[in-house]
């Protein structure tokens, strides 16, 4: 065995530049700073939408420090939960900023990770070789909703009690296992102190563990393959005698001060937020939560938050109606993929036959129409991580994309906004049908783009990144 060597340093070397050489001797802290930021060669051409990664993680940290102090003073328990998250607003010093940050962080969490999203939509960012990049942030996505939800149900409030209650219920729609799948997720027949304490449990440890994990694998797969950029080329296809890219800069300091910014901006309308209107007019905070939970008293209207109201939307969209809809789009995509696709006959088969299932199973006296909301509302969420075998366009960025593309995001974007605006609303016969033919217009875009990706004249991708300075 090797004898161990430490790092020698002069006599009248600064004590902290001794005391990091004892670390690394010990521990590649050194190392991993520059592999992952320091020394990490990212695109010079990055704009605004690059800062969103960095304020995820912001809020991720902030999540999880505020959470650790909501739970020193929360309670799970269905008798004492609505109690203590009021002791915490009205008497912890300092309590009540501690639960408008948490509760305005969940909202701002996922307006920051739908915009990083539509950053990689925009720029190809699933794309070869960033694959396995995208499926661990889809994973990251999955993992927010979840956590999310465990934790809507925690301020024992009467949107919390009742929403819970009817996201739960959804699985009963599934055939056999479903109704025994409910009981295992509340813990009991009925929304109560069983199910508090498990989403707890969840909201608090397990969740976050597997979170941080995925929030590391995913930075560590993109570093591995590198950053995407506007353009959409690959950097570290053109090495200078250094051996860096040409066309890359080191992250720091360079984009430790693009971030920084990001961050300030951020935090300048977080606090906003947090102190004049952590409310947000009833979408981040809803009225009824300021209630306590109470199983005799129905809400008008129950609707999840506002984050997952583009699902909810497709979910309450699907009515015994619109079957005979579906089953009609289902049966014209089989016949565009006999016709268009250059998929083999046995693979174009045996989508015939899954169709063919699946349009039996549509009819009214098979299966009903709640069971198939669940499977769209579940698909409509799942579908993202097809992204990068969905795409057949032969550049990744919309640069250089058919200017015809950047519509077809519009509209889509579009139907997203709308089916969220319409999931927070009373439903009604106009609203359901508008939500209807936007759910139809969120999976063409999937399901459609093997061929409208490909379609129309792609501008030249240059050689070098495009980059003004300033």
Excluded at 117 to 126: D, K, N, Q, V
Excluded at 189 to 196: E, F, H, K, R
């Amino acid at each position: 065995m090797a004898a161990f060597k430490e790092t020698k340093f002069p006599a009248n070397a600064p004590a902290a530049e001794k005391a990091l050489g004892w670390v690394d001797d010990r521990f590649p802290l050194t190392k991993l700073w520059n592999d992952q930021w320091g020394k990490y060669y990212a695109p010079k051409n990055f704009n605004f939408w690059y800062i969103f990664g960095s304020l995820a993680m912001l809020v991720l940290v902030l999540q999880i420090v505020t959470g650790i102090f909501l739970t020193m003073h929360y309670k799970p328990d269905s008798n004492l939960a609505f109690g203590s998250v009021e002791y915490i607003m009205r008497e912890v010093p300092w309590g009540w900023l501690v639960r408008y940050m948490h509760s305005t962080g969940a909202s701002a969490f996922f307006i920051i990770v739908y915009l990083h999203m539509t950053r990689g939509l925009l720029y190809g960012s699933y794309r070869k070789p960033r694959e396995l990049v995208w499926l661990f942030g889809f994973a990251i996505f999955l993992m927010l909703m979840a956590e999310a939800f465990f934790g809507y149900l925690l301020p024992w409030g009467q949107m919390s009690y009742w929403g819970a209650q009817v996201i739960v219920n959804l699985f009963g729609a599934i055939p056999l296992i479903g109704p025994d799948l409910s009981l295992w997720i509340r813990g009991d027949y009925v929304v109560g102190d069983a199910t508090l304490n498990r989403f707890f449990a969840f909201h608090v440890i397990a969740i976050p563990l597997v979170l941080l994990g995925l929030v590391a694998a995913h930075l560590i797969a993109l570093h591995e393959v590198g950053s995407n950029n506007p353009d959409g080329i690959e950097i570290k296809e053109n090495l200078g005698p250094d051996g860096h890219p040409v066309d890359g800069i080191p992250s720091h300091p360079y984009y430790t001060v693009h971030d920084l910014f990001g961050v300030a901006v951020f935090l300048t309308i977080f606090s906003a937020v947090v102190f004049f209107a952590p409310e947000m007019g009833g979408y981040f905070l809803e009225y009824n939560n300021f209630l306590p939970a109470d199983s005799l008293k129905t809400p008008a209207h129950i609707a999840p938050t506002w984050y997952f109201t583009p699902f909810y939307s497709v979910l309450r969209a699907t009515t015994a109606d619109f079957m005979y809809v579906l089953m009609v789009a289902v049966a014209a995509y089989v016949v565009f993929i006999w016709l268009k696709s250059r998929l083999s006959f046995k693979t174009k088969a045996v989508i015939a036959v899954v169709a063919l299932v699946a349009i039996i199973g549509m009819l009214p006296a098979v299966l009903d129409a709640k069971f198939w909301g669940v499977v769209l509302f579940g698909s409509s969420v799942m579908i993202i991580a097809a992204l990068p075998w969905l795409d057949h366009s032969p550049v990744k960025s919309i640069r250089y994309r058919p200017d015809w593309h950047m519509w077809v995001y519009i509209v889509f974007g579009l139907s997203f906004v709308i089916l969220g605006y319409l999931g927070t609303q009373l439903p009604t016969d106009v609203f359901t049908l508008i939500s209807q033919v936007c759910t139809l217009l969120y999976f063409s875009f999937f399901l459609l783009m093997p061929w409208w990706s490909s379609m129309g004249t792609f501008k030249t991708v240059p050689n070098r990144v495009t980059f003004h300075p300033h």
